[in-house]
């Protein structure tokens, strides 16, 4: 494998370690939700890590970012399920705390990268 590739971004492994957590919780939920909110939550995280990796691919900055929009909205996504995770108590309280906390960050590292490659764009 020559060049670089979407798996050395420091925001993609970043992304692939959340997204492991994320598939280790939903094999914790209950089996009423094996096919609602688990298969919800592991299509949200794949989406996570497939757009960063799909935008990479891609040519154009602008391309690119919207790729990255995606990928902020699955992890909102995952980030309202694990809120329904709390409030029905599907998993340790410090857990899913930590979860959240995490995923803000990745939700910050999302950001400075789309606001990176807006300036790049600008200066090419």
Do not use: W
């Amino acid at each position: 494998m020559g060049g670089y590739s979407f798996e050395d971004m420091p925001l993609y492994k970043e992304a692939r370690e959340y997204r492991k957590k994320i598939y280790k919780l939903s094999r914790k939920l209950p089996v009423e939700e094996k096919y609602n909110l688990a298969g919800q939550m592991r299509d949200a995280a794949r989406s996570l890590t497939n757009n960063i990796a799909e935008g990479h691919g891609r040519y154009h900055y602008q391309e690119n970012i919207q790729f990255l929009r995606i990928s902020r909205g699955s992890l909102e996504e995952i980030l309202d399920d694990l809120n329904i995770c709390i409030d029905e108590q599907y998993a340790e309280m410090e857990e899913l705390s930590n979860l959240k906390k995490e995923g803000f960050e990745l939700l910050h590292s999302l950001n400075r990268y789309v606001a990176y490659l807006k300036r790049r764009k600008e200066s090419s």
